[in-house]
């Protein structure tokens, strides 16, 4: 509560520059205002004026919205278009040589492609996968390290018509399985190994393990490797293909397949509050409008941008500001292998200078790890082709601002601090920078046709100044559609009846400031957000609870200066807690390990804890609240007078 008080409590005020005003696509106030009248008075007009302006359609739509079977709400839907000739065909005639894609390897290897070689990439891989026999409405799993040919992937998909499901490299076999499993995926496209911060991270291995476990061999069909590394792998020549294999010969000509607005376009698995991630679904239109919107408004797109977006494409942010925004826009965007720390932590700086990016986008997390490695190592290099910064993924604190503002920007960028979700698709709450005074810690307000709002329980407004729980209250196009195969969690977890049934849930408490300015606090359900990564404590208590030693787990955050939060894990063991420290120490170690092979290393807990019991309430139910209390050392604790087993608190106290 302390850092959401002395957030709350923040006052400086950063007004955009006159000469950045002036060349602002949304420029000053008056613009902003009229947008905002727009969507207010005519709010599916303003939104069909944005789909024409903003998308090629292969055939217009006449219908804008139909809520008739809300809350799952179709947008343009008898429209025709295809996401990869928005990405490629439409700018070759325009742009054909202008650079699509600068990528950086690990090693610091450079590759360029232009729009026409990109498309030409696409359009052959794209008749790989038709002679697989994947066509439209078939689900594609994507593991992949990044590379251009991750981004081909994901386009070519799109190009036929398949859903792709992009597995971040980090998630285990365990993972990828689940995620393989509920999409019923037909093929999946891997590499051998990626390269990151000089080492060599195997990815094909996990995916032969995934298969093997049940229900893979059924549903995949075919593997692609692509060959980055050197790395040997084992080979199953009835389902294994080489990439360059599969793309010989393939010709350069791959009519798209013309998707109807709502078919979807991806499926994106997410941690929600129960052990079983959700399979977050985005239909092809909306979606895409949403990031074009965004490019322009947050982003404040020029043609002359050198945009670099440091999201994986395993993430929301990599889909939308990396696989489909930046190129809907056709900007020139880098793309990196690696990690921000090596070889040294100036790697970001260094390549800002070599690539001259002009609009950076990073998370808080990646910032504060920045700053500790070295507060002044931005000064060694040339950062004067910056002019607008970004952040997403959780609260910036303050101080992480105003170092990213001073040192990065070097007081010439506005930062724009991006609130949105795996689920909104595109951003939500963030500023215009030619429009927007800026509040270090606020995401500031509501982008045009996003009526986002605090309400209390019982889904009325709160008073300005009041904390409560942020909604959308009217559809937009970026929403999510449904969640895979499960319409009825889709319902409850984001239209809940309590709040009436017709406003988007986002699960984020929040408090807006007198001016109209949002201040996230974080999540109102059981899921943590490390390094920005979202993470259900249910998912790595179900992990645990999975291995032979565990009888019970309950696992909360605390706070922690680079991560955002850390894991705890409050652990009953089924025998004994070892009475030797050494002893339980090792355990310990182990069991992080297991939830490691488990979920993936980003879901290691930070610190296990054993006890005897976990704290009850009469009714069984676990007191969370109560062991993050202790997690985060505080003496004093709330009322514990519903507690069954009293006695446990001293025990935990002493667990810390
Ligand atoms: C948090 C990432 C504060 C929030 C795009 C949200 C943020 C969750 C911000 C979604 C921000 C994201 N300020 N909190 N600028 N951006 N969050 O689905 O709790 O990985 O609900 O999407 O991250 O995480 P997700």
Not at 31 to 49: D, H, K, M, P, V
Not at 341 to 361: C, L, N, S
Not at 630 to 648: F, M, R, Y
Request: charged residues 20%.
């Amino acid at each position: 509560m302390t850092l959401i008080k002395s957030v709350l409590n923040e006052s400086r005020l950063f007004r955009p520059e006159k000469e950045f005003v002036e060349r602002a696509n949304v420029s000053g106030l008056k613009s902003y205002t009229a947008l905002i009248e727009e969507a207010t008075q005519n709010y599916e007009g303003f939104w069909a004026r944005l789909a024409n302006e903003n998308l090629s359609w292969k055939k217009p739509f006449t219908q804008t919205l139909d809520s008739s079977q809300a809350p799952f709400f179709k947008w343009f839907s008898d429209g025709l278009l295809n996401a990869s000739y928005n990405c490629l065909d439409r700018h070759l005639e325009t742009i054909p040589n202008k650079t699509a894609i600068i990528f950086e390897s690990d090693e610091g290897h450079v590759t360029k492609v232009t729009y026409r070689e990109l498309h030409r990439q696409v359009c052959v891989f794209a008749n790989g996968l038709r002679s697989l026999g994947i066509t439209k409405g078939d689900r594609v799993i994507i593991y992949m390290p990044m590379s251009i040919e991750g981004v081909v992937a994901m386009q070519a998909c799109a190009r036929i018509g398949a859903i792709h499901s992009v597995v971040f490299g980090g998630f285990s076999a365990k993972s990828l399985h689940e995620r393989i499993v509920d999409a019923e995926a037909k093929c999946v496209i891997t590499a051998d190994a990626g390269h990151r911060g000089g080492k060599i991270v195997a990815l094909k291995p996990a995916v032969d393990e995934a298969i093997a476990l049940d229900g893979g061999t059924e549903c995949v069909k075919s593997v692609i490797v692509y060959h980055r590394s050197v790395t040997p792998v084992q080979w199953f020549a009835e389902r294994d293909i080489h990439w360059h294999e599969l793309i010989k010969g393939k010709s350069d000509v791959c009519e798209p397949e013309w998707v109807e607005a709502e078919h979807p376009l991806f499926i994106l698995y997410t941690s929600g509050s129960t052990g079983k991630p959700k399979g977050v679904q985005h239909s092809t239109a909306g979606y895409l409008l949403g990031t074009q919107t965004s490019m322009k408004w947050v982003f404040d797109y020029r043609s002359n941008d050198i945009f670099w977006c440091t999201a994986d494409i395993g993430w929301i942010t990599g889909h939308s500001y990396v696989a489909y925004g930046p190129l809907g826009v056709g900007a020139t965007q880098v793309i990196f292998e690696g990690v921000p720390t090596w070889p040294d932590a100036g790697r970001f700086w260094q390549m800002i200078e070599r690539h001259k990016v002009t609009t950076f986008y990073t998370a808080p997390t990646a910032i504060r790890s920045l700053i500790k490695a070295g507060e002044e190592l931005p000064l060694n290099s040339d950062l004067s082709s910056l002019r607008l910064l970004g952040s997403v993924g959780e609260p910036i604190n303050p101080e992480a601002w105003i170092w990213y503002y001073e040192k990065v920007g070097q007081k010439r960028c506005p930062v724009v601090d991006t609130w949105w979700q795996t689920e909104t698709g595109s951003h939500m709450i963030a500023p215009l920078p030619g429009v927007t005074a800026l509040k270090p810690g606020s995401c500031t307000q509501a982008l045009p046709g996003i009526f986002a709002a605090i309400v209390d329980e019982t889904g009325q407004d709160v008073e300005p100044g009041k904390s409560g729980i942020l909604v959308i209250k009217r559809p937009f196009p970026s929403l999510l559609r449904t969640l895979w195969k499960d319409p009825a969690r889709f319902k409850q977890s984001y239209f809940p009846e309590e709040l009436g049934g017709t406003f988007y849930l986002a699960g984020d408490a929040a408090n807006r400031d007198l001016d109209g300015f949002f201040w996230i606090m974080g999540r109102i359900d059981d899921v943590l957000n490390v390094s920005g990564h979202r993470l259900g404590t249910m998912e790595i208590e179900s992990a645990l609870v999975g291995n032979a030693l565990v009888a019970e787990a309950a696992v909360v955050g605390r706070p922690h200066e680079i991560k955002g939060e850390a894991i705890v894990a409050y652990v009953v063991l089924k025998k004994e807690i070892p009475s030797s420290p050494t002893e339980a120490h090792a355990l310990a170690e182990k069991l992080k390990l297991w939830v490691a092979s488990e979920i993936g290393a980003l879901a290691k807990p930070e610190e296990i804890r054993f006890t005897e019991q976990l704290p009850k309430t009469r009714s069984g139910k676990i007191m969370r609240r109560l062991l993050r209390s202790i997690a985060q050392g505080n003496q004093t604790l709330q009322d514990v007078s519903t507690l069954e087993n009293p006695a446990i608190l001293e025990q935990l106290k002493k667990a810390a």
